[in-house]
């Protein structure tokens, strides 16, 4: 069955320091896509960057990029010189052959002045 | 930009009563999805829709139904509310030339006493 998995349900990171979410996941199709999304207490969803499986290279949008390694089946969310405003909930999250995503539980970060 | 609108951000409802739901996308995506998220679980899937009055169970669609009459309204309908229906509902679309990417409305935070 496919899963993701975030093992971080809350994480604490000084401003202007890089932070790393953690995500694993687990499926049997060849084909997939991997997403993360962020999630401010205002409630709506925001898109921050997506990673095919074929993809050579790791994806990368402006702050963010995704450590994609496929034989660990793993797909981390770099920020790199967090800021106050990067305070939010963060999920990963994968496709299915369906197009329908598969979600983790969510990593709280907290970024600290 | 894609414009994802739910009709409530908060609602209190009591047990017994049937609720409604609206989500209105405005960019003539063809695929709507509807979710709750509770904390430590994620999102989980209740209903999706491929096209008007095309509805799919997800993963949890016990005591829910759902309505799309018209392209760009998905509907969630709770029957008769309970109180572990208490939950934050998400509604999102996605359009036929990027399947994956996920257009998210502002959350509607339902309250059943």
């Known amino acids: 069955a496919q899963k993701i998995t975030q093992t971080q349900p809350g994480m604490f990171v000084q401003e202007k320091e890089a932070v790393t979410l953690d995500c694993t996941y687990d499926?049997?199709?060849?084909?997939?896509?991997l997403f993360w999304y962020k999630q401010p207490s205002s409630g709506e969803m925001i898109f921050l960057i997506y990673q095919g499986s074929y993809d050579q290279q790791n994806a990368t949008e402006g702050r963010y990029s995704l450590n994609f390694q496929k034989a660990r089946k793993s797909a981390n969310l770099v920020i790199s010189a967090s800021q106050l405003g990067d305070s939010a909930m963060y999920f990963c999250?994968?496709?299915?052959?369906?197009?329908?995503?598969?979600w983790g539980a969510g990593t709280k970060l907290i970024i600290k002045p | 930009d894609v414009k994802v609108t739910q009709s409530s951000r908060y609602l209190v409802k009591r047990t017994g009563e049937k609720v409604f739901l609206e989500c209105v996308q405005d960019m003539d995506h063809e695929n709507m999805f509807w979710y709750r998220q509770d904390p430590g679980l994620g999102l989980r899937l209740i209903y999706f829709s491929y096209d008007v009055k095309m509805k799919e169970k997800g993963d949890i669609p016990e005591g829910y139904s759902v309505s799309r009459e018209k392209k760009e309204r998905f509907s969630l309908i709770l029957e008769s509310a309970s109180t572990n229906q208490t939950s934050m509902y998400l509604c999102?679309?996605?359009?036929?030339?990027?399947?994956?990417?996920?257009?998210f409305g502002p959350g509607t935070r339902l309250t059943v006493t």
């Open positions: 999102a679309s996605t359009p036929p030339s990027s399947p994956y990417e996920q257009y």
């Open positions: 499926t049997s199709d060849p084909s997939y896509g």
């Open positions: 999250a994968m496709s299915d052959s369906n197009y329908q995503l598969i």
